[in-house]
């Protein structure tokens, strides 16, 4: 709430006049910055405590993934938990009566699945030490 409560008040900062233009793009183009500064490090860190990955290709897509992230999907996603947050706020988006079907006597069985389909017994996981 406090990013979209921020970049609304820099849009109307720029509409009033009361920040510069240029002064905007400076910290816009910081925050991108340091956004992928601070993710590029975090798996870095985690690349050499641990040593999850096994190839370059991994690391590859998790920084290419941490480029959407900070430029454009975490912004994406603040809209969305703030267009959620209203609508529980003012309840708009009840379920309403649900309606159950197939609960009653004249409903079909239920069929399970086999547990196992293939018939094979499975080997205990080990532990990760």
């Not at 870095?44 to 641990?50: P, V």
């Not at 009566?97 to 197939?102: A, H, N, Q």
């Not at 009653?104 to 293939?118: H, L, T």
Request: aromatic residues 8%.
């Amino acid at each position: 709430m406090i990013e979209l409560l921020g970049g609304t008040l820099v849009i109307a900062g720029l509409v009033t006049g009361a920040v510069q233009p240029s002064v905007v793009l400076l910290f816009l183009g910081l925050s991108i910055v340091v956004g992928f500064m601070l993710s590029w490090v975090a798996l870095l860190i985690e690349e050499r405590t641990y040593d999850r990955y096994p190839g370059w290709r991994d690391l590859g897509r998790l920084l290419r993934a941490s480029v959407y992230e900070n430029a454009g999907y975490r912004q994406l996603m603040t809209v969305v938990r703030a267009r959620a947050w209203v609508t529980a706020a003012t309840r708009r988006g009840a379920w309403g009566e649900m309606v159950r079907i197939g609960i009653g006597e004249e409903s079909a069985p239920i069929r399970r699945a086999p547990r196992n389909p293939r018939g094979l017994e499975r080997e205990p996981l080990e532990p990760v030490v």
